[in-house]
């Protein structure tokens, strides 16, 4: 079977220059994946112009860059072009999954290929298969998010605020200001939840918070999403994001257990059951 480090050896090669917060993020991708039995590698990272220009020329014979002919026939693989590729910030990579002797690339988009995009997208990456458009499976992307601390100020803090109000770890004013109660509460929040604790809100915290917070409608049979996908992992369903009969089942048996009205509807009261402290 491959190892670990000659997975993340490989995606360090073809990920050259990216952000340092991107890289922290992979490494923790890869090794969350591996313990799972899934083997991850990284296809590409940043790019310089060129690089682009070659990739965007894919599928269109007569395309030329710079006076350059980078034109070829085949599928078109990208629809931005050289500038227009956020590969050029080091924000943005592409993966793809490995037979375990690390031999065989593997394309198809499976329940594994999903799970290692869920997970990419707690800790923080928007993922290319959302896309309304142009569906690209391989692309993680991380969003530029403003980490909000204590002495912060803003609308993004009062959106912190009132997330941690309504999950029951703050009591304090929904004032912007990210004063110690706020820090407290996030403090609580990532210790409940795993995260790591340092008191501010960045991407994975923000996400997190995100996930956990009751929609303002209740989640019923029907549903889909990554909402539905955390209620899932809380009542031992399968977390395939799809509220169906045994999602519904799971749901009553759990509200049995904890007194709730047994309906197999995840209103408030459910909600702040499966996800409050």
Known sequence: MIALETL???????????????????????????????????????????????????????????????????????????????????????????TPDGRTALWTV???????????????????????????????????????????????VKDVQEKLRNLGYYTGDIDGSFGPLTEEAVIAFQRKEALQIDGSAGPETLTRLDVRTYPGRPVRKGARGDKVKAIQNKTGSEADGIFGSRTEAAVRSYQSTRRLEADGIVGPKTWRSLFGM
Request: charged residues 25%; aromatic residues 14%.
């Open 8 to 98: 993340k050896s490989r995606s360090r090669n073809n990920m050259g220059n990216v952000h340092p917060e991107v890289e922290k993020k992979v490494d923790k991708l890869l090794t969350e994946a591996y313990e799972r039995g899934l083997f991850v590698q990284i296809s590409s990272g940043y790019r310089t112009y060129e690089e682009q220009a070659a990739l965007y020329g894919k599928g269109r014979p007569g395309y030329m860059y710079k006076g350059k002919a980078y034109g070829r026939s085949g599928a078109i693989v990208t629809y931005a072009e050289p500038g227009e590729s956020n590969h050029h910030s080091g924000r943005a990579v592409d993966f793809f999954l490995v």
């Open 110 to 156: 499976d329940h594994n290929w999903r799970w290692v995009a869920e997970r990419a997208k707690e800790l923080g990456f928007s993922w290319g298969g959302d896309w309304s458009s142009f569906k690209d499976y391989a692309h993680l992307e991380l969003p530029i998010v403003h980490y909000v601390r204590r002495g912060s100020q803003g609308s993004l």
